[in-house]
């Protein structure tokens, strides 16, 4: 099977997300058969909750959609590097692949920061693919905190 990237439909969550006055952070969660099952973009704001990040949100959406707290075989694409509590809500989930936009130095913690994965208490390690589309995401959050800046 030749490698589609679904990073493109996580761009478009992202840009959704700016729209909203969210963090422009998408999701999109692929099955085996490279099937979309779940997309999502930030609504920490809208939902009033910390935890809802683009990754979470579209992990609770798949596992809901195929009636698993495990997404055994499934792949996630996102935006920008994962925060810990997303990394380790992946682990978790049993996500096979990890595809991730712009690096995090600020609250990234796959690559950097908490390394979720390199920790033996972590119990299950995605294979990790980053820089995919970075500069797309890199745009977008730039243009967000540009924009914020300027108080709008
Ligand atoms: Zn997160």
Redesign the pocket.
């Known amino acids: 099977m030749t490698f589609r990237s679904f990073m493109d439909l996580a761009l478009t969550e992202a840009r959704a997300a700016a729209a909203r006055g969210e963090v422009p952070v998408g999701a999109v969660i692929v099955d085996r058969a490279g099937q979309v099952v779940a997309q999502a973009g930030n609504r920490t704001r809208e939902l009033h909750d910390p935890t809802a ?1 683009a ?1 979470v949100l579209a992990i609770r959406a798949a596992c809901a959609q195929i009636g698993s707290e495990r997404l055994v075989g499934h792949d996630l694409y996102v935006t920008l590097e ?2 810990a ?2 990394a380790a809500a992946l682990a978790s989930a049993r996500i096979a692949r990890l595809y991730y936009g712009a690096s995090d130095p600020k609250s990234g913690g796959v690559a950097q920061g908490a390394r979720v994965f390199a920790h033996a208490q972590c119990h299950h390690v995605p294979e990790v693919y980053d820089g995919i589309d970075a500069a797309a995401a890199e745009v977008l959050l730039k243009a967000f905190f540009a924009q914020k800046r300027e108080g709008n």
């Open positions: 990040h990754e994962p925060c509590m997303c």
